[in-house]
């Protein structure tokens, strides 16, 4: 069946740090994918989203791109703050419903 | 401009009580979801629904029912409850898209903190 890997966390960072959360997937046929971030005590709000192979998702100055070939959805951030420290969660999303990888949680300090 | 708006916000219950989750959304969503969400677990889905009318199994529906009589509520029911339904529970909706909502994100509730002892 459809799964998501991602790396494990905690991943901590200082401030103005190149962040990169690895997101791989396993699908049958052509899935959309998604990152979702997650702040403390909050559900879940969509970050990024890219629907089919060299779709580039942006947004918040984070980016990543629909890898097929890797069967691959790696988030970057060229510099993160304080107020990215949150969990985030790699997606994918096949027939309507969404499958999640584990999150990966992001601490960054000042 | 509520969203997904799920009550509950904490909960504690006896082993054995009963209760329901409850889960409404404003923006005319088809398609419905509870996850729940345990630590260094991701979620997992544990009902969904098409429309009104129509629900289906998860990943993991043990010890659950949902009923979705309304476009707009989708509650969801734990019967008896177990120490292993202590978790938080995400309620979720999305618009059908394209490729049979496929492409289509999730809008999340802020969750319901459940546990049982």
């Known amino acids: 069946g459809d799964s998501v890997t991602q790396m494990e966390g905690p991943v901590t960072l200082s401030e103005e740090a190149f962040l990169t959360i690895n997101c791989t997937y396993t699908?049958?046929?052509?899935?959309?994918l998604f990152w979702y971030v997650q702040y403390p005590g909050e559900g879940l709000q969509l970050l990024l989203k890219a629907t089919k192979a060299d779709d580039k998702g942006s947004n918040k100055g984070f980016e990543a791109t629909y890898r097929k070939e890797t069967t691959s959805f790696h988030l970057e951030k060229g510099s993160v703050q304080v107020s990215d420290s949150a969990v985030y969660f790699c997606?994918?999303?096949?027939?309507?419903?969404?499958?999640f990888g584990a999150g990966t949680q992001v601490v960054v300090t000042p | 401009n509520a969203g997904v708006t799920q009550t509950p916000k904490f909960r504690i219950l006896k082993i054995g009580q009963s209760m329901t989750l409850q889960c409404t959304q404003d923006?005319?969503?088809?398609?419905m979801y509870w996850y729940r969400q345990d630590p260094g677990m991701g979620l997992k889905l544990i009902y969904y629904s098409v429309g009104a009318g129509i629900t289906d199994k998860g990943e993991v529906p043990n010890g659950y029912n949902v009923s979705r009589s309304t476009t707009e509520d989708f509650p969801l029911r734990l019967e008896l409850a177990a120490p292993s339904q202590t978790s938080v529970y995400f309620c979720?909706?999305?618009?059908?898209?394209?490729?049979?909502?496929?492409?289509?994100?999730?809008?999340f509730g802020d969750g319901t903190r459940l546990s049982i002892l």
């Open positions: 997606a994918l999303s096949g027939w309507g419903k969404l499958q």
């Open positions: 923006m005319n969503h088809n398609y």
């Open positions: 699908a049958t046929g052509y899935p959309s």
């Open positions: 979720a909706s999305s618009s059908p898209g394209t490729s049979h909502g496929s492409n289509q994100p999730q809008h």
